[in-house]
Antibody, heavy 114, light 111 residues
């Protein structure tokens, strides 16, 4: 089955770090465009970051300098390293290859609270 | 950067056709592809339209996408409405350096 599975979410305090993982099966992450999208409670979708097959990457202004996207070809996994987390980073985080592949994960919850 | 504006909500009866608009605030709607995502309550989004008018496999042909340069808008049309189509729908495009921009979402009620 072709799928993306996120993991690594949890409850942390402001200023702490988390690393989210997006593991792919039946699909090669290094050959495709992968994006992270988040959804705060009761809110709409917000784009967070992408990584292209050629390695190009970028971030939303709200996370630039704090979040880092990367991938491991051997593990067929994309990561989102999140440092200096803030209360307003609380959200359900999805990884996706949303265009031709039309793939979305089920999401992993990140809660930042003191 | 630009914004994508969607109506907050739309409603229509089963069997009818509904069209959801997504208007780009600046720059041409044709300058980058538009995607549409469906999100049912408590579920992850799914892609129903990509690259303006392409339908992923498994998405019914009742779903169609288009863009109109005169109104600088993209449109998602759902025909033969079913109660299962009731969901939030989001449009999305990219800016000139490929950063994603989402519309605020439209709640579709099928009543």
């Amino acid at each position: 089955e072709v799928q993306l599975v996120e993991s690594g979410g949890g409850l942390v305090q402001p200023g702490e770090s988390l690393r989210l993982s997006c593991a792919a099966s039946g699909f090669t992450v290094s050959s495709n465009y992968i994006t992270w999208v988040r959804q705060a409670p009761g809110k709409g979708l917000e784009w967070v970051s992408f990584i292209y097959s050629n390695g190009g990457k970028d971030y939303a202004d709200s996370v630039r300098g704090r979040f880092t996207i990367s991938r491991d070809h051997s593990k067929n996994t994309v990561y989102l390293q999140m440092n200096s987390l803030r209360v307003d980073d609380t959200a359900l985080y999805y990884c996706a290859s949303p265009t031709a592949a039309a793939l979305w994960g089920q999401g992993t919850q990140v809660t930042v609270s003191s | 950067n630009f914004m994508l504006t969607q109506p907050h909500s739309v409603s229509e009866s089963p069997g009818k056709t509904v069209t959801i608009s997504c208007t780009r605030s600046s720059g041409s709607i044709a300058s980058d592809y538009v995607q549409w995502y469906q999100q049912r309550p408590g579920s992850a989004p799914i892609t129903v339209i990509y690259e303006d008018d392409q339908r992923p496999s498994g998405v019914p042909d009742r779903f169609s996408g288009s863009i109109d340069s005169s109104s600088n808008s993209a449109f998602l049309t759902i025909s033969g409405l079913k109660t299962e189509d009731e969901a939030d729908y989001y449009c999305q495009s990219n800016d000139n350096i490929f950063r994603g921009v989402f519309g605020g979402g439209t709640k579709l009620t099928v009543l």
